[in-house]
């Protein structure tokens, strides 16, 4: 084990930075980079180099979980990867719509990286993982997702941790397919069932129609914690975490700015940061 202490800074992305000042440790053929807050098993590393050898794959992710640190807006969060971002990632994949590069987990071979520029090409990019993982498929390789789970740590304590959170994760998927995004807007049947009603006044089939689109997120979301044997503990939490995520998908299309542990950054069209007092707006905590 090496632990490299290096405060220079490449771009915006300090998690780019930070691999980049260690990119230069590198000795071995296989990379792997692993968020902070994961939780893995202990053959974490061998499934993953496992993957890695299979032919024409270029780059390993895993799919993850939440794990919630006690807090209601800790449940809340988890429940949001769970049961909105885990559904809509199998369906992709399903279908052939999607090959993510998902930032909790990316390995890599050593000449991989080398061939896509290093850490270096993503110095600036808010969506750094999809940016490495379409880089890898532009080589003519394939991404390989293993069939576990690893577990995302939500430390979330209060709304606005929340609201920051998700704000940057839904501004970062708008970022990177627009179109998809927007047509997403259809999966938050409840809150439309809700503001149909709103609207339209809450008379016996304005309630149905409510009813109705309950009934079917909380028979997804079961049908999700079966699959993947997930706890079912939070599912009375599912109205108020179905209104919050509509809340978040809506407040997304109002600005280009994300917050990033305690950093404020403005976004451009391709999806490039840019700290926000050096963008000349305003003040912001750098």
Same mark, same amino acid.
């Given at each position: 084990m090496r632990l490299v202490i290096d405060d220079r800074q490449h771009g *915006?992305?300090?998690k780019i930075s930070s691999l980049i000042n260690m990119s230069r440790f590198i000795e071995n053929d296989v990379v792997v980079l692993a968020d902070s807050d994961v939780r893995v098993e202990t053959d974490y590393l061998k499934r993953l180099c496992g993957a890695l050898e299979r032919p024409n794959v270029g780059?390993? /992710?895993c799919l993850?979980?939440?794990g919630d640190t006690g807090t209601l807006w800790s449940k809340l969060v988890c429940m949001g990867i769970e049961f909105h971002f885990l559904p809509s990632v199998v369906v992709g994949l399903a279908l052939g719509l999607a090959s993510?590069?998902?930032g909790p987990t990316i390995a890599l071979r050593r000449e991989t990286l080398s061939a896509i520029g290093g850490f270096e090409s993503f110095a600036d990019r808010l969506a750094d993982d999809y940016a490495i993982g379409a880089a890898v498929t532009k080589l003519g390789l394939r991404i390989e997702i293993p069939t576990f789970l690893? /577990? &995302?740590y939500c430390p979330e304590k209060s709304f606005r941790d929340l609201f920051r959170h998700e704000l940057r994760w839904a501004r970062t998927v708008f970022g990177i397919d627009p179109i998809g995004f927007v047509g997403a807007g259809v999966t &938050? *049947?409840?809150p439309l069932a809700v503001l149909a009603a709103l609207l339209g006044g809450f008379d016996f089939w304005a309630c149905a129609l409510i009813a109705f689109a309950l009934a079917c997120r909380l028979w997804l979301q079961a049908g999700v914690a079966r699959a993947l044997d997930l706890p079912t503990a939070s599912l009375p939490l599912a109205p108020l975490r179905d209104m919050i995520s509509f809340f978040v998908y809506v407040a997304s299309f109002f600005g280009a700015r994300v917050d990033w542990r305690g950093r404020s950054y403005d976004i451009d069209r391709k999806g490039n940061m840019t700290p926000y007092a050096a963008s000349g707006k305003g003040k912001s905590a750098l």
């Open positions: *915006a992305n300090r780059l390993v /992710t993850y979980r939440g993510p590069s998902l690893i /577990t &995302h &938050h *049947a409840f």
